[in-house]
């Protein structure tokens, strides 16, 4: 006799006749409903009916009546329990450790015991329309609250309909989603269905398959799609090739002493990209005047001369090509350029100008208002950091920012020493947060303009490059970078 039914069961031999194969037209074994005391009777109207015995603790505590053909028709006797149907299965310590199958209906019930999940409970009265919170509807947990506490998995085998989902979810929600499981049926909308129309085995293998409600973030290598390959493009910049490669959805810091060429390393970086790579750059140059001192620098780049030395044409022809290559993000008098401002105009000069490259020149200058008033200067640059690599990812654009160091004392020789990125001001998120991180220093600034521009953090040396130095010479007049003489 199985578990939770003493007293119950009756004579198979009671299941002869238009029962006996209406039960059979469902798949369901004569046998297992007989263990389980369900047997024929009469009923209000001239459809077949069943009773079904509502056992607790070994002892009947109620019956449900309901038809198995003709009209789906429902009844119970007066005072019968708002309990789970098989609830003393989760009293069985020989079914310990087995998973738990929640079904919707008795019927559902049925279906998993006969396929060998004997650890099976139904909910008393069917899916709600809507979970109207913790009220009657939900007593059936609370009656068997101390029997859940430990059990794991459950699977959750109710309804694929708009009801069953809504029971799906107060499930969830009330007995923890990280331990339920759910179902995706082969056909129909429940294990009825599935008995009907594919039998016993294909029961078995749906419950088998039952897989836990995702969880955002908690995902197996299987479940993990393939990104699509992100591009890796050269600087072009003599020396770098093997240090730094540019990619969309990196976030590139940059930093160093002031007036040691942080700048001009960004504008030789930007006109690389698109002379050699057509590739569009969105500029907030926030210290630099946009006409006429960056115009300049690109000039210069384009027309590979001082500005004062162009003519005409080539002053028209540099300025061509610094509209088809460069926008540029500029505020009005008075107006805060806060991250929000500069992130909706990035992702403007992305859509609509394409530009792959966004580039904020110096972080200093970003307006911290609307920084929450209980966090940290470090917080803010933080949580700035997060949403800037989200948005870079997002938007499939490289992200480059120039951060300026920490004040810097002097050694004894009045030299500037040379910063790490950990000397950016503010924030160790500067150095944690970027896929690529440079340093841009003038050992001698009395004595030429040799720069060593250092890639000092590569997060993927296999694809952006690996940490080195090289040094090279500034050419004022063309507006690069160039190997020393």
């Known amino acids: 006799m199985l578990s939770g ?10 299941w002869g006749g238009a029962h006996g194969l209406a039960l059979n037209k469902r798949g369901l074994s004569i046998a297992t409903a007989a263990k389980h005391g369900w047997q024929p009777c009469g ?3 001239d459809d077949l009916w069943i009773s079904i015995p509502i056992i607790d603790q070994g002892k009947r505590v109620g019956t449900k009546y309901r038809t198995i053909a003709g009209k789906k028709l429902f009844s119970q006797d007066k005072g019968t329990p708002q309990i789970f149907y098989n609830v003393d299965c989760l009293r069985d310590q020989q079914l310990a450790g087995f998973p738990l199958v929640i079904t919707e209906g008795e019927i559902d019930a049925l279906v998993a015991i006969q396929c060998g999940y004997a650890r099976t409970v139904s909910v008393p009265s069917g899916a709600p329309e809507h979970d109207a919170g913790d009220g009657p509807y939900w007593q059936y947990l609370a009656h068997a609250g101390e029997l859940l506490k430990e059990q794991r998995p459950i699977v959750l085998a109710v309804d694929n309909d708009k009801n069953g989902k809504v029971l799906e979810a107060g499930l969830a929600k ?7 499981q759910i179902l995706e049926y082969p056909s129909g909308k429940d294990l009825g269905d599935v008995l009907m129309a594919h039998g016993e085995r294909s029961v078995r293998e749906t419950l088998a398959l039952a897989r836990y409600i995702p969880l955002p973030g908690l ?11 992100r591009r890796a493009i050269d600087t072009c910049i003599p020396g770098l090739e093997p240090h730094l490669r540019i990619r969309r959805g990196d976030l590139i810091v940059i930093t ?4 040691h060429g942080k700048s001009s390393f960004v504008n030789n970086l930007c006109c690389n990209l698109a002379w050699h790579w057509q590739v569009k750059t969105a500029m907030a140059s926030l210290e630099q005047a946009i006409v006429p001192d960056l115009r300049r620098v690109l000039r210069s780049f384009k027309a590979e001369c001082l500005e004062k030395h162009m003519g005409d044409a080539q002053r028209r022809d540099a300025d061509a090509w610094i509209d088809e290559h460069f926008v540029f993000l500029q505020a009005d008098e008075g107006e805060d350029m806060t991250l929000p401002w500069l992130l909706e105009r990035f992702a403007a000069a992305r859509q609509r100008h394409h530009c792959g490259i966004c580039l904020i020149d110096p972080w200093n200058e970003v307006s911290i208002v609307g920084k929450p008033v209980d966090w940290t200067t470090e917080q803010w640059i933080s949580q700035s950091l997060r949403e800037i690599k989200s948005f870079a990812r997002k938007q499939d654009v490289t992200f480059i920012i120039v ?19 950990w000397d950016i001001a503010d924030s160790a998120a500067w150095a944690n947060r970027c896929d690529a991180g440079v340093v841009i220093y003038r050992p001698d600034m009395q004595n030429g303009n040799l720069t060593e521009i250092s890639i000092e953090k590569s997060r993927d040396t296999y694809a952006i490059g690996i940490p080195g130095t090289v040094s090279l010479q500034w050419q004022a007049e063309a507006s690069r970078f160039a190997r020393p003489a």
């Open 256 to 259: 160093g002493p002031p007036g």
């Open 174 to 180: 009330r007995l923890g989603r990280l331990r339920c």
């Open 219 to 229: 995902l197996r290598l299987s479940e993990i799609p393939d990104r699509p390959p």
């Open 5 to 14: 039914i003493a007293g119950t069961a009756v004579r198979q031999e009671d």
């Open 43 to 45: 009923g209000p109207t």
């Open 403 to 421: 951060a300026h160091p920490r004040k810097l004392g002097r050694d004894k020789n009045g030299k500037i020493p040379k910063p790490t990125l």
